[in-house]
């Protein structure tokens, strides 16, 4: 498998853990604000940037469907209400943002149509080609070997299964990627250490969005490890992308 650079991002370059490790402490450390901070730091667009992503699984009405990095279960829960499939399963590495999902399913009593699980992404617990859909939406880039998670959700796609992934992507636009940049690189982690007590989690994020292979580079990945009819969109002149990839 080949590494990429983001694959060597961590959120404490000082830290003994591994990248896998070092993210889900991090994501249990902030998951009390990380839906607000979701909110707060896209003005609200990151809504419909998610409701995008899973309007490219309509047509293909998939019945059971797989989220992965499923956080606090947003985008499982916006998938239920779009697109209504049998079952959802979400995973993710951090307890703390589980534990936070499954409060906002229950009150919403889902608990039979979503259930979320910790669970590797890397190493799926799941038999080959069980799932109609896989989505994950601001995920791939924490993965800590980017090719064996693509693999692995792959791996258990059915024939005919798509796979939807929502990540952030940086401007091309001269004017509006300095802005970006300073936003991303300043005002984000400061008003993250505000609101969560933590600047490092939103320096990883700017960090690992630079390093992540956007685009054209993310579409040749998921051709390499055999996904087929492959193609991405460009969103909010430049900053998300929906990747998208059939088996």
Not at 37 to 45: A, T, V, Y
Not at 81 to 94: A, F, N
Not at 203 to 229: C, T, W
């Amino acid at each position: 498998m080949v590494q990429f650079e983001h694959d060597t991002i961590v959120p404490d370059k000082e830290s003994g853990l591994t990248k896998k490790q070092q993210v889900a402490e991090m994501f249990d450390n902030i998951a009390f604000r990380y839906d607000f901070l979701n909110r707060f730091l896209s003005g609200g667009i990151d809504i419909v940037w998610r409701r995008k992503a899973i309007n490219q699984l309509r047509d293909l009405q998939p019945k059971k469907i797989l989220d992965v990095a499923t956080g606090t279960a947003d985008v499982a829960l916006m998938t239920y209400k779009m697109l209504k499939p049998q079952h959802i399963t979400g995973i993710d590495i951090s307890n703390g943002m589980l534990e936070l999902g499954r409060k906002k399913i229950a009150k919403l009593n889902l608990q039979e149509s979503i259930v979320l699980q910790q669970a590797d992404s890397e190493n799926l617990p799941f038999p080959d080609e069980t799932f109609d859909a896989i989505t994950v939406a601001f995920g791939v880039r924490n993965f800590e070997h980017l090719e064996q998670g693509l693999s692995e959700m792959r791996r258990v796609l059915k024939k005919g299964g798509k796979l939807v992934v929502l990540e952030f992507s940086k401007p091309k636009q001269t004017g509006f990627k300095k802005i970006y940049t300073l936003y991303m690189k300043t005002i984000t982690p400061g008003l993250g250490k505000l609101f969560s007590g933590s600047k490092a989690a939103y320096s990883y994020l700017n960090d690992s969005v630079q390093a992540f292979p956007e685009g054209e580079n993310f579409q040749k990945i998921l051709d390499s490890v055999g996904y087929k009819d492959t193609y991405f969109k460009s969103l909010s002149l430049g900053i998300c992308s929906i990747y998208c990839g059939s088996k």
